[in-house]
């Protein structure tokens, strides 16, 4: 998940506070960030639209582009 922690890096938010607003575990979040673990499709719609980018971005750190 290359996207979620360059966007939470771009705003300058800690995992603690993007934890506590996702209502998960700043080990979990660490773990999405570091491809430990995959959150659920749930989770990913979430943190979507919390961090207003998309999924695709959050995977893979670029948005969906058709060829």
């Given at each position: 998940m290359i996207g979620l922690k360059?966007?939470?890096?771009?705003?300058?938010?800690?995992?603690?506070?993007?934890?506590?607003?996702?209502?998960?575990?700043?080990?979990?979040?660490?773990?999405?960030e570091n491809g430990k673990r995959e959150p659920s499709l749930s989770l990913l719609v979430?943190?979507?639209?919390?961090?207003?980018v998309s999924?695709?971005?959050?995977i893979t750190g670029e948005d969906f582009r058709p060829r």
């Open positions: 360059q966007v939470r890096q771009q705003r300058h938010w800690n995992q603690q506070k993007v934890a506590i607003d996702l209502h998960i575990s700043r080990e979990s979040l660490s773990y999405y979430a943190m979507s639209k919390y961090f207003n999924i695709d971005y959050l």
